[in-house]
Structures are given as structure tokens and as C-alpha cells.
């Protein structure tokens, strides 16, 4: 019998872990997830290394090694985390031949000082791409709007793309389209479409912890519109994921694109980040439950993943109720009298802080543990 995780891909969504460690791939422990609970991939972040590199033991020899060396604290760290994302990436190869490309990923991402920066990102990303010298990795960029000309660019030039920090439906058709692009461009150069693969990362709880705290000011100041805040409470995100998958379905079902996927191309699927619950009142495990559908991915953090193995119930319903999804945005806008698009802004513009501050903690943990090896 499957548990409840391992069940999900049954519906059609691949689940991939947004984690990662070098001990937790060294331990034969990925490779447990991967045969018990079908795991089909894995993302990382400044964040995530952040916590594996400077609260572990697991890099402590390297460092004192290239510590030696005159490497750099931001090129030591990348040359650990490429290692990471090679080895990862290796272990999930059988995944990755077994789905023919669809799945099996690993996920690094640029600096994330270069996340307005168009230039720079496609510089790293070009780099980072040729270092980790594997067929099933990704690179993520974030979905700015400096970020969507390098999209563009680097699926144009074969590589694997993981947009990121994506809270905006505007923008995710933004990116989807700058993915199709890349992809014309390839084709008209007559390059092989094959084994170019993306994915839409769309962030989910950090939306309604925002919007949330908006409702409840909205509630209490406004009784004419206390009604209907109390009623969206929690649900804007799950209702904007929604609405971003019936974008999907236009745009990979268009004409535009079909003519690409004659020659190969692939969607490039939603991908449903945030997932854990960050109000304790919700059901842990609502954006899950709430998301699961054909052609998409969802990536979770261990707890998020160990409880949904536990008492996760799966069944399909990405495509439930999606009329409500729109009259609960339209609620959120022109009942109640909060704009979306400026939320989504003000979140894009704190994720890219969110992962500035645990890489610059890093580099400070680097520097540290540099002058204790030297020392």
C-alpha cells in the first residue's frame, strides 16, 4: 500500500523537497524519499544552504580546505553548493530517466543580490550551468522584472529554468511567456527543444499572511466590509494559485505553443512553493490538499512533507471550484478594497530581502569559520 505522499503523482503532480544537506544526501536518506514516498525532485535556496552550511558540521572539512586557499567566501560557498546540487542530482538521475526529463531536478539558485540585475544573473547562471555539468538540474532566477529578459535568454540557450518568487498573476504570464519566447527562439536557430525543462515557482502562504493581517484591519475598521473580509480570510492564495493554473492551461494550450510541442518542447509546469502553513489556526496541510493536479509540481519542506505522508488525503481538486476562486479575488478587490498587484509587489520586493539576509549571515558564518581554520 502507498502512503498518502506517494499517492500524489498518481493525480498527476510531481512532489519534490525544498531542502537540502549534505549529510541528508551522503546518509542514503534522499534516496529513502525517493523509494518510499515516489519523491521526484528538489529545490534549494539561500535560505537552505544557510542553515545546512553554518548550523552543521557537514562542510566543516571543505572549508577548512578552500579556506586556505584564495577563493572567496562567496565562491567557496558555490563550489559547496554546486557539490551539493552534483550529488543530489546524481541520485536522482533513475527518477529523471524513468520520467524521460519530466522530473528528477535539482535546483540552484543565482545570488540573490542579482535578482535585479539582468546581466548578472544570466552571467552566473551560464556558469553555474556549465560547473554543475548535469542534464537534470535547474538554475532559479527570480521572476522580476529584470529577471524576465535572462528567462528568456537562457531557455533560449538550452538551459533548465526554476523561476522563483513568483506571487503575481500578471507576472506569471509575464514568465510564461518569456519561457515560450526562449523556446521560439531556439527553434528558429533550429536547436533541440527536447531537453529544455521550467517550471513556475508560485508562492502560496507568505500571500495570505499578508493579506490576512489586511482583512482583519479591514474588518475592524470598516463594518460595511466586515462581512466580506472575514469571508476571503485565507483563501486569497489558494484562489490566486487557481486562477494561475487556468493561465497555464491557456497558454500551454494555445496554438502558439502547441506549434512548439510538435517539436518537443515541454509546458513549463506551476509549481506551488510556500507551502507550509504559517497561520497555526489553518489546516497544515490546506495548500496541499487544495493543489493537487495534472502537470504541476509541488515542492515542500520536511515537516510539511513528513505530515502529509502521515494524514494527507489525496484526491484531485486544482480544478474544483474555480469560478469561486475568481468572485473571492474579486471580493479581495472590489468589495473589500485590497489591490492584489500591490500586495504582490510588496511581497517580491521582501522575498528578494528574505534571501539577501540568510546569504549575507552565511558569507558573515564563512568569514568566521575562514579565520578559525587560518588561526
Not at 64 to 84: P, R, Y
Not at 114 to 143: F, Y
Not at 204 to 227: C, Q, W
Not at 348 to 356: A, D, L, N, T, V
Request: zero cysteines.
Amino acid at each position: 500500500m502507498k502512503n498518502p505522499l506517494a499517492k500524489i503523482p498518481d493525480f498527476g503532480q510531481s512532489i519534490w523537497l525544498d531542502y537540502i544537506k549534505r549529510s541528508f544526501i551522503q546518509s542514503g536518506e534522499l534516496k529513502k524519499l525517493i523509494d518510499e514516498d515516489n519523491l521526484r525532485g528538489v529545490t534549494s535556496n539561500p535560505a537552505i544552504f544557510e542553515e545546512a552550511i553554518a548550523r552543521s558540521e557537514d562542510y566543516n572539512d571543505t572549508i577548512s580546505e578552500l579556506g586556505k586557499t584564495d577563493m572567496s567566501n562567496e565562491e567557496i560557498f558555490l563550489k559547496m553548493a554546486i557539490e551539493d546540487v552534483q550529488h543530489a542530482a546524481d541520485v536522482f538521475k533513475g527518477v529523471y530517466e524513468q520520467t524521460k526529463g519530466l522530473d528528477g531536478y535539482v535546483s540552484l539558485e543565482v545570488s540573490p543580490g542579482l535578482a535585479l540585475d539582468t546581466e548578472g544573473s544570466i552571467a552566473e547562471a551560464r556558469s553555474s550551468w556549465k560547473a554543475l555539468d548535469r542534464p537534470n538540474v535547474m538554475i532559479k532566477i527570480p521572476g522580476t522584472k529584470e529577471g524576465l529578459p535572462a528567462i528568456k535568454q537562457l531557455i533560449s540557450e538550452g538551459i533548465n529554468i526554476n523561476v522563483t518568487l513568483l506571487f503575481g498573476l500578471d507576472r506569471y504570464r509575464e514568465v510564461a511567456e518569456a519561457y515560450i519566447a526562449g523556446l521560439e527562439e531556439r527553434a528558429e536557430r533550429g536547436e533541440p527543444l527536447e531537453k529544455v525543462t521550467s517550471v513556475a515557482s508560485f508562492f502560496l502562504s507568505r500571500i495570505d499572511t499578508m493579506v490576512d493581517t489586511m482583512l482583519d484591519e479591514v474588518a475592524e475598521n470598516d463594518p460595511s466590509k466586515a462581512t466580506a473580509a472575514k469571508q476571503i480570510k485565507g483563501q486569497v492564495a489558494i484562489a490566486s494559485a487557481k486562477v494561475a493554473y487556468s493561465i497555464y492551461n491557456e497558454l500551454f494550450m494555445s496554438d502558439r505553443f502547441l506549434e512548439l510541442e510538435a517539436k518537443g518542447a515541454k509546458p513549463q509546469r506551476l509549481l506551488w512553493a510556500s507551502t507550509s502553513v504559517k497561520n497555526k489556526a489553518y489546516d497544515d496541510l490546506m495548500y496541499v490538499e487544495a493543489l493537487i493536479g495534472p502537470q504541476t509540481v509541488d515542492t515542500l519542506p520536511k515537516e510539511t512533507l513528513n505530515a502529509y505522508r502521515d494524514h494527507g488525503n489525496p484526491a484531485a481538486r486544482l480544478k474544483d471550484d474555480l469560478e469561486h476562486a475568481r468572485y473571492t479575488l474579486y471580493k479581495l478587490e472590489d468589495i473589500v478594497g485590497i489591490k492584489l498587484s500591490d500586495v504582490t509587489q510588496h511581497l517580491e520586493e521582501e522575498g528578494i530581502q528574505k534571501f539577501i539576509k540568510p546569504f549575507d549571515s552565511l558569507m558573515d558564518v564563512l568569514a568566521q569559520k575562514r579565520k578559525e581554520v587560518v588561526s
